[in-house]
């Protein structure tokens, strides 16, 4: 699995990795949520058709990275591509993804929820609860305190989920060491979890949904 800089041309990046590759698959979060898929999309059509194929994951950040190692998976197993994007597929079809934030005028401003409801929330210094659906960010009804975000996360993925095994990727802000590892703990009373991450998060998802916030996708094994 290989890793373009989004601060840097694509089209060099791609030649650098096309010298020893034959063909890319190249997976990018849902173009609604960030431009990185119409970038790699005007790059991949100077390689020429069949170098680079540029795929639309329909998935934010956290599903993003865990439907690439879901892909590097099946192709170090020796499946094929169509294998690949075929799991790529299932991610995103049962997979989940939530977003919490308290940074509720950085959502204000790239229009994730009403004016309305950032001055409200603010004011109540509520957390926003949002999840993902065919590529497009909605807002949860039911808006949360910083104390009941890690137990509200966990109760939705364990509706969705009950006793099925699932594997989590989470994503950080700037939140502390003692959250993180209680988010660890929260997950697991909550879910069977047969393998989970915990990493910080990219500064381009950083600067759409604030400094403190946490990504969680999962999907069932």
């Known amino acids: 699995m290989l890793l373009l800089n989004p601060e840097e041309p694509l ?3 791609y030649l650098r990795f096309l010298e020893y590759y ?8 849902s173009p609604l949520l960030c431009p990185m898929h119409e970038m790699a999309s005007k790059a991949a059509a ?17 599903g993003l990275g865990s439907a690439a190692l879901a892909a590097a998976a099946v192709l170090g197993r020796g499946g094929d591509e169509a294998a690949a994007l075929a799991e790529v597929k299932r991610l995103a079809r049962e997979g989940r993804f939530y977003l919490a934030t308290n940074d ?10 009403s004016p309305l409801a950032g001055r409200i929330g603010s004011a109540l210094h509520l957390w926003a609860i949002l999840y993902l659906e065919a590529g497009r960010f909605h807002v949860s ?36 060491a003692e959250v993180r590892d209680r988010a660890r703990e929260t997950f697991e009373e909550y879910l069977h979890i047969e393998a989970g991450t915990l990493a910080p998060m990219d ?19």
């Open 22 to 29: 034959d063909r890319l698959l190249s997976l990018h979060a």
């Open 46 to 62: 100077n390689l020429g058709k069949y170098r680079v194929r540029v795929v639309d994951t329909r998935l934010g950040s956290a």
């Open 203 to 221: 500064p381009t998802a950083r600067a759409r949904v604030g400094d403190h916030a946490l990504a969680v996708f999962a999907y069932p094994s």
């Open 141 to 176: 009804p039911v808006p949360v305190t910083q104390e009941q975000v890690l137990t509200h996360l966990a109760k939705l993925l364990r509706k969705n989920y009950g006793e099925r095994r699932v594997r989590v990727r989470a994503l950080f802000g700037d939140l502390p």
């Open 11 to 13: 089209e060099p990046q």
């Open 104 to 113: 509720l005028s950085r959502l204000t401003e790239n229009r994730m929820i």
